[in-house]
């Protein structure tokens, strides 16, 4: 067990619907980030936030956007959902924004779009 | 750019020796390795700096070649438990401003036989 944990685990929806996703980073972790992976693409970064504010982002699409709010949990929004957006959606999270911080993954949510 | 991984698939015995390797074209400041298993979150490995500093698993090694920009992971005495998909993440020397979003690549997927 990581310490970072993400609701729902599963997730079925329709297309042209909007969801959210939600991460809890560990106890004292700051940064927190979004990755997607699915089979043709891999796993792919999306976006960073560290202590509330944005600060990298990958190919995210503009229907998706995310936060990060006071008490450090994250949220990934994605809107008018397509088929090619199921996939998994990990969370992860670090210490502080360095590049020679660890990332630990929470374990997912696997959407799906019908 | 993604990193590449090779070989992309290996087989093994029980007590057999293995080496992933990561090649990437960008200057590097740090390396990170994952294992996953299948529908799991990656778990981390390892993080290997520019420098030569390393953090990470006790019963497993790695190097990191910042001339060539290439890292390699060792699996010895490979037990049922390595089994699964290795990624590496990149992150690359840019001046302080990756601020730790991780490019990965497409994974060597590993399997241990009794």
């Known amino acids: 067990d990581s310490g970072v944990t993400q609701t729902p685990k599963h997730l079925i929806t329709a297309t042209g619907q909007r969801v959210t996703l939600r991460c809890s980073p560990r106890?004292?972790?700051?940064?927190v980030y979004w990755y997607q992976q699915s089979l043709d693409q891999g796993l792919q970064f999306l976006i960073q936030?560290?202590?509330?504010?944005?600060?990298a982002k990958g190919n995210i699409l503009e229907r998706f956007s995310a936060q990060q709010f006071p008490d450090l949990h994250s949220e990934l929004n994605l809107s008018s959902l397509e088929l090619g957006d199921s996939a998994l959606y990990f969370c992860?999270?670090?210490?502080?924004?360095?590049?020679?911080?660890?990332?630990?993954f929470g374990p997912g949510t696997r959407l799906t779009v019908l | 750019q993604q990193p590449v991984q090779s070989p992309q698939a290996v087989i093994l015995r029980e007590g057999e020796d293995a080496v992933i390797n990561c090649s990437s074209s960008?200057?590097?400041?740090?390396v990170h390795w994952y294992r996953q298993k299948h529908g799991e979150a990656p778990v981390f490995l390892m993080i290997?700096?520019?420098?030569?500093e390393q953090k990470g698993h006790e019963k497993i090694s790695a190097s990191f070649n910042e001339k060539k920009q290439q890292s390699s992971l060792y699996l010895t005495a490979s037990q049922l438990s390595y089994s699964g998909t290795y990624f590496c993440?990149?992150?690359?020397?840019?001046?302080?401003?990756?601020?730790?979003?991780?490019?990965f690549g497409q994974g060597t997927i590993l399997t241990v036989h009794p």
């Open positions: 992860a999270s670090s210490a502080r924004d360095r590049p020679n911080n660890e990332q630990f």
């Open positions: 106890s004292g972790d700051l940064s």
């Open positions: 936030y560290y202590n509330g504010e944005e600060r």
């Open positions: 960008k200057a590097l400041y740090s």
């Open positions: 290997l700096l520019k420098g030569g």
């Open positions: 993440g990149t992150v690359p020397n840019a001046g302080g401003t990756s601020y730790g979003k991780l490019t």
